[in-house]
């Protein structure tokens, strides 16, 4: 199977979706001229002509309305977001709009679209460098799709294209250059499904995106050291599948949450809110989070290390749920 | 083109004037719940602009949205019904009062945060040109027709709305509805700005009229969706004035009785009725009849809407998604 990176398993989903349907269109700022700002879209211009994907002014809350009335009357918008800190001067369109519509007319109207917004990092200082996925997974009538693996990006992608309601796919500046196993041929992968990435006794991983490479990476640095940690990759977390995460649960009974998010009232908030209702006989030791440190994220180079989570967060969590401590969320 | 039947025209304005009555009523009685805002006063822009139309064109609206729902030819019964939050409402009791629909007749709703559904209306309006340039469908000539108040002219959705139809010369008219307030904010104390379609300018050809003259609105509405479907988008600015509060719940602090009944002459029923008696194609008596038939249609909307089912309580949990999870 040939091996390609993140990006790559994007751009050849989108490249599917566009060639197989005309309505099917890439709107977004800098995916053309600029040739899009993380190359996802590269050469489509060339391949699609100027119809099929266009520059936008830089005005968020106007092309995802753009976006929001053209999917109600019919067309397959991808909107591209620059980044998910940019995305939210349109979060007007996509909260109130896109994911109301459907209901609050009584069924009248669908919208299926798309809008892609990674998330990320690298001394971009604090308006550049955040995470908002709890917004979108917080709200009713959104699906969230936040693949961490070539693999999941290429098949999330063409399902959220093919899906017929809005599906905010949240990507992540720190992996479009991972490389994994991705078959040419044209596959789906279901929204709302979890994945056991990997089986073990002793702990139970939660994490997704950007997390997924780290948390793989810890899985293996804790079997080194002896310990089996088990890896749940939540791939969506609008509708959230806790099965397979339960069930991994049940059998090590201890869970971190790896999320790459400010913790308090996070998605990994969730994620252990439905630990201990719904797996609280199961329960043996404190559940640790592992996010972001809760400041505004910093600019120099040791700091903004310091403060983000990566695979030694996790190991070091796991370590501490398997010692019995329990978590002090610092948020000052 | 055909000639504008002012006659059938005062009787829709009759129409929507008597509906609002009614849902004011029921309003007090307290069937009708949550915020209801009424059109009372402009009801010659809704029927002047909307009578442009044809019905591959498309309409969309804010939460004061009867008039232009009537006007575009909604069966009174069904909006009724969404309004006393029945099964047999156009939004099946999920909507109320601020966001009738009618997928058939292409009347995209009415939407209650202001100055975002501009920007809907934009990408339908894109969608429309997409539609006939890329997929190759030439029978696509329909224009986007987007009403608003003149307090939604100040939010930045306002000028990315009226900026990218403008750059991508999309097939839409702006229409404000002023009414010299925003809720209980005069004109002047919002804007400073206050010939709206100025605004507007720098992107697109517009112009002021006069909202309470329906056959000055037909006019200019007319004028508008011709450029709109064949050059781009167009500017309307409707002068006007709601003679009723903000919402049913309004105390009108901002203004006197006085004030109300000094614009009162403006009454655009008013104009248009006596405007049809001085042309003798209406008399008193005529207009009694009129008044009598319209009552009594709206008797029977009101007991379609009282013996209409309230939803079923599944019915919250339903279309959240267009295919269920
Ligand atoms: C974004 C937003 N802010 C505030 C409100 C509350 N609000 C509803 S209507 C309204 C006044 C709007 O006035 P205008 O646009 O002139 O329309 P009119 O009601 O006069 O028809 C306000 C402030 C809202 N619905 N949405
Ligand atoms: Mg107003």
Redesign the pocket.
């Known amino acids: 199977m040939p091996v390609i990176t993140y990006s790559e398993a994007l751009r050849q989903a989108l490249r599917e979706a566009m060639t197989n349907d005309p309505r099917v269109f890439i709107i977004g700022e800098d995916v053309v001229h600029y040739d899009s700002a993380y190359g996802v879209t590269k050469g489509f211009l060339k391949e699609f002509g100027p119809e099929r994907i266009k520059d936008m002014p830089i005005a968020e809350a106007g092309y995802a309305g753009l976006g929001i009335g053209a999917a109600m009357n019919g067309l397959r918008p991808v909107v591209e977001m620059m980044t998910t800190n940019f995305a939210i001067l349109a979060l007007d369109m996509i909260i109130n709009h896109a994911a109301k519509l459907h209901y609050m007319f009584g069924g009248q109207f669908t919208c299926p679209i798309v809008f892609r917004m990674p998330n990320g990092y690298g001394q971009l200082s604090a308006t550049h460098s955040q995470a908002f996925d709890n917004y979108y997974a917080y709200m009713p009538g959104l699906k969230v799709v936040v693949p961490g693996t070539p693999y999941d990006a290429k098949g999330l992608m063409k399902a959220a294209i093919e899906d017929p309601d809005p599906v905010i796919f949240i990507e992540h500046t720190g992996i479009y250059n991972i490389k994994g196993e991705v078959p040419e041929e044209s596959y789906t992968v279901p929204i709302g499904k979890s994945n056991l990435l990997h089986d073990g006794k002793d702990v139970t991983i939660v994490g997704y995106g950007r997390m997924i490479p780290y948390c793989q990476q810890a899985v293996e640095t804790l079997a080194s050291e002896g310990i089996d940690a088990a890896l749940v990759d939540l791939r969506t977390i609008r509708p959230l599948d806790m099965e397979p995460v339960l069930e991994s649960f049940r059998k090590t009974n201890r869970a971190v949450i790896a999320t790459e998010e400010w913790t308090s009232v996070g998605v990994g908030s969730e994620i252990a809110a439905r630990l201990y209702t719904e797996g609280f006989d199961h329960l043996d030791a404190p559940i640790w989070r592992v996010g972001f440190d809760e400041v505004p994220m910093p600019y120099a180079k040791n700091l903004e290390a310091h403060v983000v989570p990566n695979a030694d967060s996790v190991i070091q969590a796991v370590k501490n749920v398997l010692a019995g401590k329990t978590q002090k969320i610092r948020q000052q | 083109m055909e000639k504008q039947d002012l006659l059938a025209d005062y009787r829709t304005m009759v129409l929507i004037r008597s509906f609002e009555e009614h849902c004011q009523q029921q309003y007090t009685r307290a069937r009708i719940g949550g915020f209801l805002?009424l059109y009372v006063g402009q009801e010659a822009v809704a029927v002047g602009a909307i009578g442009a139309l044809k019905a591959q064109d498309h309409l969309v609206t804010?939460?004061?949205d009867h008039g232009h729902a009537l006007a575009r030819g909604l069966e009174p019964k069904p909006l009724m019904a969404e309004l006393f939050g029945r099964s047999t409402g156009t939004g099946k009791g999920k909507g109320g009062s601020m966001h009738f629909a009618d997928k058939n007749k292409n009347f995209w709703g009415g939407y209650?945060?202001?100055?975002?559904h501009l920007l809907l209306a934009m990408g339908i309006a894109y969608s429309i040109k997409y539609k006939r340039e890329v997929l190759g469908e030439a029978d696509q000539d329909g224009v986007v027709m987007c009403f608003?108040?003149?307090?939604?002219t100040n939010?930045g959705e306002f000028y990315e709305a009226v900026s990218m139809a403008a750059l991508y010369k999309l097939p839409i008219v702006f229409l404000c509805?002023n009414?010299e307030?925003?809720?209980g904010t005069p004109l002047s104390v919002h804007t400073s700005v206050t010939e709206i379609h100025k605004k507007a300018s720098p992107f697109m050809p517009g112009e002021r009229v006069n909202g309470n003259d329906v056959e000055e609105m037909r006019a200019r509405a007319l004028h508008a969706v011709n450029h709109a479907r064949t050059e781009g988008p167009y500017f309307l600015e409707a002068m006007t004035y709601?003679l009723r509060g903000?919402s049913a719940a309004d105390p009108q602090m901002y203004r006197t009785r006085d004030d109300i009944n000094a614009r009162r002459s403006g009454d655009p029923i008013a104009l248009l009725k006596q405007k049809l008696i001085d042309q003798n194609l209406l008399t008193e008596k005529q207009a009694k009849q009129i008044d009598k038939e319209v009552e009594k249609e709206m008797d029977a909307v009101v007991q379609f809407a009282e013996e209409s089912p309230a939803p079923d309580l599944s019915e919250a949990w339903t279309e959240i998604y267009s295919k269920p999870l």
């Open positions: 805002h804010h939460y004061r209650a945060i202001v100055g975002a608003f108040g003149d307090g939604a939010g509805e009414n307030f925003a809720m709601r903000h």
